[in-house]
């Protein structure tokens, strides 16, 4: 069974950093687009970072120049290192595994929370 298991989540103040892994088991995460969302209370769940299986990063306006997609295939896992947050980037942030084909998510992990606040 495919599992997505995100950590690192937590909170942090206003200007801080944190780092979210999402350890992958069974699939290959080099034949996967793997992607970070979020989820805000209210709001849908939105994409903020993809690592494409060609080796390509596309971040969200909202936090390019601040955030960091990136993979080690040895370890299964993808990160996101979080610097400079804010208190709107406070919501789930969800580990995804898209079809490079079709870009539809194939698998979700199970979320982790990220509260930004003094």
């Known amino acids: 069974q495919v599992q997505l298991v995100e950590s690192g989540g937590g909170l942090a103040q206003p200007g801080g950093s944190l780092r979210l892994s999402c350890a992958a088991s069974?699939?290959?995460?080099?034949?996967?687009?793997m992607g970070w969302y979020r989820q805000a209370p209210g709001k849908q769940r939105e994409s903020v970072a993809l690592?494409?299986?060609?080796?390509?990063?596309v971040y969200a306006d909202s936090v390019k120049g601040r955030w960091t997609i990136s993979r080690d295939t040895a370890k299964s896992t993808v990160y996101l290192q979080m610097n400079s947050l804010k208190p709107e980037d406070t919501a789930v942030y969800y580990c995804?595994?898209?079809?490079?084909?079709?870009?539809?998510?194939?698998?979700w992990g199970q979320g982790t929370q990220v509260t930004v606040s003094s």
């Open positions: 995804s595994a898209n079809n490079p084909r079709t870009s539809r998510v194939d698998f």
């Open positions: 069974i699939i290959r995460i080099n034949d996967y687009v």
């Open positions: 690592y494409t299986n060609g080796g390509a990063v």
